[in-house]
């Protein structure tokens, strides 16, 4: 499936936390090129492993036995759908960028607390082509 771009008005909140709940869902929302000016306790890690997987950082102040993680963990078997928006960057040449959908996610593996690292599967993976333009992003 063809990644979807859409242009995603973000409130306050969503742009600090980068997670946001949609009724029972929830939506990661990542810049991979993070502002130079940033901390670097929110400079995450975030990028596509391969075609099928995602590596992304929670939160800093999440672990992994807490409220953040075990949803991570199990959002399947609670009903939870993740679904996974990212950008370039926030800002280019003093405009947002619009967010691309790169649809659902499911929860492979996770480590670490302060951030956690997560390992998502892409529901549907991206195509080559959409793999190497957006590595070369990240």
């Known amino acids: 499936m063809a990644a979807l771009s859409y242009s995603v008005y ?16 929830y939506v990661l929302f990542v810049n991979l090129h993070k502002n130079e000016s940033i901390e670097d306790q929110l400079n995450y890690q975030d990028y596509f492993i391969d075609k099928n997987h995602f590596h992304w950082q929670s939160q800093s102040i999440a672990t992994a036995h807490g409220k953040a993680g075990e949803l991570y963990r199990h959002h399947q078997e609670r009903g939870i ?22 649809g659902e996610l499911i929860h492979k593996s996770s480590h670490g607390s302060k951030p956690i690292n997560v390992e998502w599967i892409l529901k549907e993976p991206l195509t080559a082509e959409e793999f190497i333009s957006w590595k070369k992003l990240s």
């Open 10 to 25: 973000l409130s306050h909140h969503i742009k600090k936390e980068g997670v946001a709940q949609a009724g029972e869902d």
């Open 81 to 102: 759908k993740v679904h996974l928006f990212i950008r370039k960057a926030e800002k280019e040449q003093g405009r947002s960028l619009p967010f691309t959908y790169f």
